[in-house]
């Protein structure tokens, strides 16, 4: 199994605050995903990387950003949070993107009070 | 852009047979995956297809028709254990995108 760990792993936030979610992986893969999973809507990228310092938006990528400043590291950041952001937040990576298994993590419940 | 369609919810029998069906619209074909997911996991990786016909791999069998951007998963002798979600996904042709249907959740009845 690819190693990839999310931090944390439960969190609650107020509504306005900044938070920043963690996925850290050992495999050296080059691709890097953030979806979240929400009753009745499956998974939905909100932010994707095909390597270091490059990235690009997903569908539901409203309120968020991220930045991948190392291979290992794919950082998600609420920048005010809201309560519609409350999910389970889901970390993917591909080796090499495209048509390559990917690996997830296993997620992080962020609820948003 | 990317449309993939499931459907939302399945139920069968212990010993029994299902077929979960995913129908996707893409631009540009770059193969369909099938994982599971289980209640408060993370999703699993079952299959991968990117030519057409049916891929055997124990107990399930993944199918794929491009012409008709038709694929299903084939869940036999079914299991307690295999009460979950199923995912379809496609990767885009472009900027490698992986896309996911909403799942479909499968219940396992004695």
């Known amino acids: 199994d690819a190693g990839i760990t999310q931090s944390p792993r439960h969190k609650v936030t107020e509504t306005g605050t900044p938070v920043t979610l963690r996925c850290h992986q050992t495999e050296n893969h080059r691709y890097m995903y953030w979806y979240r999973q929400d009753p009745g809507h499956g998974l939905r990228l909100i932010h994707y990387?095909?390597?270091?310092?490059?990235?690009d938006k997903g569908e539901v990528s409203d309120g968020y950003s991220v930045s991948r400043s190392k291979t290992e590291d794919f950082l998600l950041t609420l920048e005010s949070a809201t309560s519609s952001q409350t999910s389970v937040y889901f970390c993917a990576t591909q080796m090499t993107g495209g048509n390559t298994e990917a690996f997830f993590g296993q997620g992080t419940r962020l609820t948003v009070v | 852009g990317q449309n993939i369609d499931q459907p939302t919810e399945m139920t069968a029998t212990e010993g029994a047979i299902v077929q979960i069906n995913c129908t996707y619209q893409?631009?540009?074909?770059?193969?369909l995956f099938w994982y599971q997911q289980h209640a408060g996991e993370a999703p699993t990786f079952l299959s991968y297809n990117v030519l057409d016909g049916l891929e055997e791999k124990g107990r399930f069998s993944s199918f794929l028709s491009r012409s008709k951007g038709y694929s299903y998963l084939l869940l036999k002798e079914l299991q307690m254990k295999d009460s979950a979600s199923y995912l379809c996904?496609?990767?885009?042709?472009?900027?490698?995108?992986?896309?996911f249907g909403g799942g479909t959740r499968v219940l396992v009845k004695p």
């Open positions: 990387s095909y390597g270091v310092k490059d990235t």
């Open positions: 996904a496609v990767p885009a042709s472009a900027g490698n995108k992986l896309t």
């Open positions: 893409t631009s540009g074909f770059n193969g």
